[in-house]
């Protein structure tokens, strides 16, 4: 069988490199997290803001541990079967973040479609565990699509984080192969349902550079500004590992300049836009 396998690198380009985390309040966060074994997804992710973030008093945490059951082609999370969920994780993570004197905790977590709930109880328990432990922090919670069931969608519209986001993550066509277990529509469904749930502030992450057209970009913008959202950030994809998806574009500073522009004019709240952008990348601002 002849070899099929074709080296389709994309040179990186300047814009993309990442200035080393400094600092003293990062210092002192990195000391403390590797003391006390603390499991922020800005460390296990690479993400390439850590220390701006950190500086800022914002870092995430991912909860339901792990191991997620979907298994989505842009992901470093591994994909399997997941662990008993660990009812003691939402103290954990709010005495984290009180211990880390977090001003803005960004939650997230795997999928859980292996139970009942989907995890949404956990969810609830985790923001109630924070504002209990460390009040003064604020919060925003980046969910799953929960598989669009309204009832799990409200446990979180209940404990009314400052911010519910869930990312759309790319354009429609390419849903089926970037996240592949999730559909477009649905994941536009749960950010409209939050609003009209009475959620005061929604926000959504694009990723670009998977091979969309900048037209699939603009249609993908508008899609989401009809879905009443307040925040969306978008940010060049960049590959974990060789069995991910492969980065076909770097998209130019520029262009995404053009694209944050296209979005303001929409009215959204607040916009991120350029190359280095994750969704919570000036996590902060966004409750405001």
Not at 1 to 21: G, S
Request: proline share 4%; charged share 30%.
């Amino acid at each position: 069988m002849e070899n099929l396998v074709q080296d389709t690198t994309v040179q990186k380009p300047k814009w993309i490199r990442v200035k080393l985390p400094t600092g003293k309040n990062y210092r002192e966060l990195r000391t403390l997290v590797d003391k006390y074994k603390l499991n922020t997804i800005c460390q296990s992710g690479s993400c390439p803001n850590m220390g701006e973030c950190w500086g800022e008093g914002t870092a995430t945490f991912m909860i339901l541990g792990n191991i997620c059951t979907r298994s989505c082609g842009f992901c470093g999370v591994k994909t399997g079967k997941p662990l008993d969920v660990n009812w003691d994780e939402p103290e954990k993570v709010a005495r984290s973040i009180k211990l880390m004197k977090i001003k803005h905790a960004v939650l997230t977590s795997v999928d859980r479609d292996d139970l009942k709930d989907m995890g949404s109880i956990l969810w609830g328990e985790t923001v109630n565990a924070v504002r209990r432990i460390s009040p003064g922090t604020t919060m925003e919670t980046l969910i799953p699509d929960f598989q669009g069931i309204t009832k799990h969608i409200d446990r979180l519209v209940d404990v009314a984080p400052e911010v519910i986001s869930h990312n759309m993550e790319t354009v429609k066509r390419l849903t089926r192969e970037v996240r592949i277990q999730a559909k477009y529509e649905r994941s536009l469904e749960v950010l409209r349902y939050l609003k009209e749930a009475g959620q005061r502030r929604t926000k959504t992450g694009v990723m670009l550079g998977l091979g969309e057209t900048k037209d699939e970009v603009f249609q993908t913008i508008e899609d989401i500004r009809n879905a009443n959202v307040d925040v969306i950030t978008m940010g060049q994809y960049l590959q974990p590992t060789k069995k991910h998806l492969p980065v076909k574009k770097f998209i130019t500073p520029e262009e995404f300049d053009e694209l944050g522009d296209f979005a303001r004019s929409l009215g959204f709240r607040h916009v991120e836009s350029s190359p280095l952008v994750r969704s919570s990348y000036h996590a902060e601002k966004h409750i405001h």
